[in-house]
């Protein structure tokens, strides 16, 4: 069985910048399509972004220009960095390996001053 481990969250002010992390128990590399989910406090989980196995990257609209997935094969990692932040992207970031529905247990992000 797959395990994720996000990391990489934090508190940062607007404008800021993170990288979260999503590594894998086993190697992901060039198998899964991966996605990023967010669930903003009170609110529903979403779908950030996604990564297919052949590295096609979907993004929601508001993150568009913003947040970009990419896959390090070497380390079985799926990360997404996070630039010029807003209040409204603050929630805890999850991973998750679609096919399989497995999900990591999350990592937060605020964005405040």
């Known amino acids: 069985q797959v395990q994720l481990v996000e990391s990489g969250g934090g508190l940062v002010q607007p404008g800021g910048s993170l990288r979260l992390s999503c590594a894998a128990s086993?190697?992901?590399?060039?198998?899964?399509?991966v996605e990023w989910y967010r669930q903003p406090p009170g609110k529903e989980r979403e779908l950030v972004a996604g990564?297919?196995?052949?590295?096609?990257?979907h993004y929601e609209d508001s993150v568009k220009g913003r947040f970009t997935i990419s896959r390090d094969n070497a380390k079985a990692q799926v990360n997404l960095q996070l630039t010029n932040l807003k209040p409204e992207d603050t929630g805890v970031y999850y991973c998750?390996?679609?096919?399989?529905?497995?999900w990591g247990q999350g990592t937060l992000v605020t964005v405040s001053s």
């Open positions: 998750r390996i679609n096919t399989l529905d497995i």
């Open positions: 990564i297919t196995s052949r590295n096609i990257t």
């Open positions: 086993k190697s992901i590399a060039n198998r899964y399509y």
